[in-house]
């Protein structure tokens, strides 16, 4: 399934590649969604996913959103595999999530 947007894959100034926006992606809107294959093992392009039950899951990406890179200040959030956005996003502009506690533990003791 295609994503929602038009995005691109380009250098990042945060780290390596990131995903940016081609065209305006208004706060709310569906950007796309995070596929691949389920997993039990963390890797390099793994979501963790936790459902409704509490269950949480890995999703090892298959598509551009695998590039997408870690902010303190994400214009974008995941629910689920389905990733929104938290505010007006501008063209050329990089969408960015919040990895999560343990990622910005883990960049306290290692980085």
Known sequence: ??????????????????VYAIEPIDAGLLIGTYHGEMTEEDDTYVLWIT?????EYGVNGTTDLKFLNHSHEPNAEFDGDELLALRDIHPGEEITFHYGETFVKWLKEYV
């Open 1 to 18: 399934m295609p994503n929602m947007h038009k995005l691109e894959i380009r250098e990042s100034g945060i780290h390596g590649s990131g």
């Open 51 to 55: 459902d409704e039950n509490g269950d």
